[in-house]
């Protein structure tokens, strides 16, 4: 399974993620592989270990070894997959942070929403399409080789479950690629991106209920009993669906609401204070001045950190006279300083750089205009 991930983060350096190993990287992009993957793949070798030691006589203890190097080449093919979403994101000016294999699938870490329907559907369904590419390529190599009996096998079997991985996801429901074919197709029609999304996700959750549904209908049928490995299976695909799919709206609740939220209207005043300043003077000053915040600057003026709210919350008032402003003052960084006239996503995503309970706001002369507090985009978005 595989599906290209958007949000509102900006792009990051190469980082430490805890359970996965960076394997290679791709166009500048880093490729990990999560160690999930490696229990994943023995599954993959334990059920498919019959059919290779059916198909392939004399095979023996070597079929297990046989499956799992098909379940590595499998993923080798979700890899290529994911590569085609990366291709085509990148050609649309799509950062994209990171290719990651993982449990069910591959994820493709795009950072930013396509700005338009087409270019969604194109992100979309180069996967799905790449993957059936990839099965036809192998069944064309399946029936023009008449060498080794367990090449032929290999190639059935990479054909078949490539068509498979690309047909799957196309099922019209997100976080598959088909559901953001889904939403694409909404949005060009509704010209509501938002509503793209909600429908897409809806149709989601009912995927997840028939892939769960799946095996007890086939208990009633002449098709066959489902084995418990198949419905063990079954159920983690419908909950992974069905938590992609309720993320997906959540989102678009979110984003319905993005709009209403900027940055100059949030804007707290911020009083100059000096880094030496006892905390308990400098909370005097911002409450005679009816301030929301306190900035610290050096001797000539300039913004050099930002108080934190939380802190001096915590700072018990009898040792407020004892602290010093710049204890309790974060140094401000480049993604500390937003431009005042950010609205909306740009400003989420802005945030996202740097997380921080505080920003400093600068008009777009370099001028302070003031402080924004996190928790005051967090009540914006509530209350709209």
């Not at 070597?62 to 994911?82: C, G, K, Q, R």
């Amino acid at each position: 399974m595989s599906e290209p991930s958007s949000d509102n983060r900006p792009r990051q350096v190469s980082q430490r993620r805890p359970g996965s190993i960076q394997i290679a990287r791709i166009a500048g992009v880093p490729v990990y592989v999560n160690l999930s993957w490696i229990l994943v793949a023995f599954l993959i070798a334990f059920y498919l270990r019959g059919t290779f030691e059916n198909q392939v006589p004399g095979l023996g203890g070597w079929s297990f070894v046989v499956a799992f190097v098909f379940a590595v080449l499998l993923y080798a093919s979700v890899l290529v997959h994911e590569i085609a979403h990366v291709v085509v994101a990148r050609k649309f000016g799509l950062p994209v942070r990171a290719i990651t294999l993982q449990f069910l699938g591959g994820l493709s870490e795009i950072e930013e929403e396509p700005q338009t329907p087409w270019r969604e559907f194109a992100v979309a369904v180069v996967g799905p399409l790449t993957s059936i590419a990839l099965g036809a390529i192998g069944w064309v190599g399946y029936t023009a080789v008449s060498g080794p009996p367990l090449l032929e096998v290999l190639l059935y079997q990479l054909a078949v479950a490539n068509v498979l991985v690309g047909a799957f996801n196309l099922l019209p429901g997100l976080p598959l690629d088909g559901g953001r074919i889904l939403r694409a197709g909404v949005w060009a029609v509704s010209k509501r991106p938002h509503l793209g999304t909600t429908v897409a996700g809806w149709a989601g959750r009912g995927v997840a209920v028939l892939v769960v549904l799946l095996p007890w209908t086939l208990l009633t049928t002449s098709v066959g009993s489902p084995n418990l490995l198949y419905v063990v299976w079954s159920v983690f695909l419908a909950v992974f669906l069905w938590a992609g799919s309720s993320q997906a709206l959540m989102s678009a609740r979110i984003r319905r609401k993005l709009p209403a939220v900027q940055a100059r209207t949030l804007a707290r005043r911020g009083v100059p204070v000096p880094s030496e300043l006892p905390l308990s003077e400098a909370i005097r000053r911002a409450q005679q001045t009816h301030a929301g915040s306190l900035v610290v600057v050096d001797t000539d003026g300039r913004p050099t950190g930002l108080v934190s709210e939380a802190a001096v919350l915590a700072t018990p008032e009898h040792r407020r006279p004892w602290i010093a402003v710049g204890d309790v003052a974060r140094r401000i960084e480049p993604g500390l300083v937003l431009n005042v006239d950010l609205t909306g996503e740009a400003l989420v995503r802005a945030m996202g750089g740097t997380p921080a309970t505080e920003y400093l706001l600068v008009e777009p002369n370099g001028q302070v205009f003031g402080v924004l507090a996190t928790a005051d985009v967090d009540g914006a978005l509530a209350r709209s």
